[in-house]
């Protein structure tokens, strides 16, 4: 803004409610009806969870009570719905700029019916409906369908063969979505699913590397599938995820008052779809109650979709009338991060009636276990990392910096988990050490004087205080910053995400949502078990960069992401020496041939930092291989060489195999060597040096 120029503030009509913007000075009047206007601070959105009606209140200040909004939605809606259960939810400006523009985009954009003159109603961005005449209308192309279900067998590809379809989706993409259409992984596993429900598989998983467009991919078969049911009049779709987190990827505030947001909605701008998150615990009624409301109130004009957890779908099932009334109800179910949606024997059970009920069970995941294909049905499409690496969907290559870490002379006896679940300074002293060596490292590699994007994940939330703090000293507080799982803290996430540079520490880095495409560096400061874990971690590092970022992101500049393995975790978990092995244990978890129970090695110690005890033990961190591995062509010379290791591993995991011992490198003299086990400790056959924990 120019010195001296006048702050452009939002404005309301206080008699048509349009929502604009102008200068203060002189004071504005409505551009669409000449009424005066108000400033605009804060807006609620009124939400009846019964029957899905939406009011909107732009309002000037917080004087304006929560309470008479409250009063005033009820009475608007009197007589409307048989159960009203009205949430009043507040957006301040500063949260949600983007909500006023979509507000100032409702009130812009006005369709009358060609047949009857009304003014007909906002559906989605681009679909309206006239409820006297049942006409639907898209503004963008002036087109108009009689009934609901024209509206999705005319506008969604499933007729014609295989390669039209694709071309179909793609098209939709790029007009709804801005993208450049189906990638070549999306492509490739929709022309399998696809495939593969017409000749009668309805019920499978979909397993795609993270980073692939699994999300996207589900919407774009959900409209496919849309068009296949009978009628789409009565459906309802159920739309799962382990936790609130993600659901809030799927849909946002704004997509369900009616605007397109996130990639998800997006997909299904010009279709009659309301979105139903059930991501808030307040209201009248238990959050149980709603899900069954959305599910029952038959809605003439839309299809909803409901987006929920699989614990609030268990406390449904409590009573046995409103679970079958549930899922009676429901058409089409899908689950994203399947490999989360079973948490014990009962939720299995749970959700097993649920998956033989629908019509259409599809799961996401990026590392399906085989619990959930003995739950859900088979692989209906897969793609290994690094076919998806070769095809450019995912960075094409990966740093892997290996350290091994000992812990000797332990204050008190501990095992080699609970090691992990205390504080030890020296510890998160010689983990900081390595972190500012390869940060500056990567500095000299790019040549210039940025500190590079990164995420810690460390083992307990002590530890993640504390080298936070040491970081901060070295690098300047601006340029790291610290998240837990807590509410007040999605800020935090959000700041990280716009970054071009800094650190972020974190311990559970899948429940807190962490998912950025212009992550350049992985730490892993804890030590990881399960191969399905390990997996999950170095997938967030390996998306492409945005396109805002490919000017500066390293994965885009020299074409590989950092992993920083501080505890050797990828050669305890591979039982070799190799950082190739990744691929092999990979392949292996996107087949569903692991089993699962990696939750907790997964999330790390949760304990709160004050529960936390402090020990004192000798800490050494010692550097094992660098090495940048990529995935092997086909006709790449060492294919048979990956083949017989690929052969090796699956024995040992199988174990047809004994294990073969794993190098270490001692830090007494210096060599790599195979540990011998004397008197009940591993040691240095040459020196005899004692390997710590």
Known sequence: MEVGAMPVLWWACRRCEHVFQAEPRPWPRCPKCGGSAYIVELIYVAICWGCGWKHIYPRPREAWAKESVEADAYERHYGKCPKPDIEIITVRLEEETRLLNLLRHIHTITVSCSNCGRRMMRIREDCFVCRKCGIYIIPSEHRSYSTINDVFKQRTPFRGRTNDIMEGFSEILRKNCGFNGLNPVQKKALEEVIKKIEHGETKGIIALPTGTGKTVLAACLLRWLLTRLKSVENA????????????????????????????????????????????????????????????????????????????????????????????????????????????????????????????????????????????????????????????????????????????????????????????????????????????????????????????????????????????????????????????????????????????????????????????????????????ISYVQLVGRVLRTPSRDGEEWNIKSRLGWAVVVDLTSSLYRISKTGSPQAFFIIARRVLEGLEARKFEKDLKGYLEPSEKIKEISADVYVHHLESSIVSPEKPEDKHLLEERELEKKLSEILSGKRRRKKVKRLCPNCREPVYPAMREGEMVCPKCGYVFGT
């Not at 300047?476 to 800020?491: F, P, S, T």
Request: proline share 5%; net charge neutral.
């Open 236 to 531: 309802r779709i159920l739309f799962l995820a382990p936790s609130l987190v993600i659901l809030e990827q799927v849909s946002t505030l704004s997509d369900m008052i009616g605007g397109s947001v996130s990639d998800f909605c997006k997909i299904f701008k010009d279709l009659p779809i309301e979105l139903y998150p059930m991501t808030d615990e307040k209201g009248q009624y238990p959050k149980s109650d709603r899900l069954l409301a959305c599910l029952k109130f038959r809605r003439p004009f839309t299809v909803p979709i409901i987006a929920t957890t699989p614990h609030l779908i268990s406390r449904v099932k409590k009573n046995e009338s409103e679970w079958k009334e549930l899922i009676n109800h429901v058409k089409i179910l899908i689950m994203d991060e399947v490999h989360h949606t079973y948490n014990g024997k009962e939720m299995a059970k749970v959700m097993k009636e649920l998956i033989d009920k629908v019509e259409y069970a599809i799961g996401l995941s990026a590392t399906p276990t085989r619990e959930a294909v003995e739950n859900v049905g088979n692989l209906l499409a897969s793609c290994p990392i690094e076919e998806a690496m070769r095809q450019g969907v995912l960075v094409g290559q990966i740093n892997f910096r290996i350290y091994d870490t000992e812990i000797k002379n332990v204050e008190e006896p501990c095992d080699e988990r609970k090691v992990w679940r205390v504080f030890i300074r020296k510890r998160v002293e010689e983990y900081a050490k390595k972190i500012l060596e390869i940060i500056d490292d990567i500095k000299r590699t790019v040549k210039e004087d940025r500190v590079p994007k990164m995420a810690v994940a460390c083992p307990n939330i002590r530890e993640a205080d504390a080298l936070s703090e040491i970081l901060k000293e070295k690098l300047g507080a601006d340029d790291v910053l610290k998240i837990h799982y807590k509410e007040n803290e999605r800020g935090v996430l959000e700041d990280f995400r716009r970054r071009k540079s800094g650190v972020l520490v974190s311990v559970n880095m899948i429940n807190i949502g962490f998912n950025d495409r212009n992550l350049e560096a992985l730490v892993i400061a804890r030590p990881m078990r399960n191969p």
